[in-house]
């Protein structure tokens, strides 16, 4: 069975500083998806980065990037300089490859101070 | 491109009531996923299509809910009798082959509560 937790219920950041929200995953396969969402309060999933198991650079997407560390099992998120609109949930997930299910963590609440 | 689409967007209803949702998914995605959000945690999956069969129904309470995908596009998930920590948001995804590093796209969800 695969596990996600995320630690941190709620973060705050000031507006233009980064920020890393936590995730750690657990499973015995070899062969595994991460993903980051954003959940704002109107409650719709955005997709915002993945990375694959054996992917040897950590992803990025603009002002997003993943920081994998696979021996810790750890898949933190990274925002660079932080914006109003980042204020959400953001939800950790993982999906083994073959099997199609993701698993989610029960998410970090981040809000942005201006 | 047209994204996931749900309805309703809100629905109160008593408990033992019956209710049902719609999901119309991404135009050529063969993997649609339910999943259940109850407050301050994250979804959790309640049954995934693959076309019009299902792949995982482990954690759906087959006693109360039931979900279909006839001709492997809309689908739509049912509760009855319903109870009430049923109240969640119900969410609704879909993807093109539903593995490997593929996005999952999310519909807007439907807010239900049970009184």
């Known amino acids: 069975a695969q596990k996600i937790t995320q630690t941190q219920p709620g973060m705050f950041v000031q507006e233009k500083e980064a920020v890393t929200l936590d995730c750690t995953y657990d499973t015995s396969d070899q062969s595994y998806g991460l993903f980051w969402y954003k959940q704002p309060s109107s409650g719709e999933m955005i997709f915002l980065i993945y990375?694959?198991?054996?992917?040897?650079q950590n992803a990025t997407e603009g002002r997003y990037s993943l920081n994998f560390q696979k021996a810790r099992k750890s898949a933190n998120l990274v925002i660079s300089a932080s914006q109003l609109g980042d204020s959400a949930m953001y939800f950790c997930?993982?999906?083994?490859?073959?099997?199609?299910?993701?698993?989610f963590g029960d998410g970090t609440t981040l809000t942005v101070k201006p | 491109e047209a994204g996931v689409a749900q309805s309703p967007r809100y629905k109160i209803i008593e408990k033992r009531q019956s209710v049902a949702f719609w999901c119309n998914p991404i135009s050529g995605h063969a993997t649609l996923y339910w999943y259940q959000q109850i407050l301050g945690q994250g979804p959790k999956l309640l049954i995934q299509?693959?076309?019009?069969?299902?792949?995982?129904d482990s954690q759906l309470p087959k006693d109360r809910f039931s979900a279909e995908r006839l001709k492997g596009v809309d689908s739509t998930l049912k509760i009855q009798p319903a109870k009430l920590e049923d109240s969640a948001v119900y969410l609704c995804a879909s993807s093109f082959q539903g593995v490997g590093q593929e996005t999952q796209y999310f519909g807007p969800g439907t807010r239900l509560l049970v009184l």
């Open positions: 997930a993982m999906r083994v490859t073959n099997a199609g299910k993701s698993t």
């Open positions: 990375q694959g198991s054996y992917d040897e």
């Open positions: 299509f693959q076309n019009n069969g299902v792949v995982d």
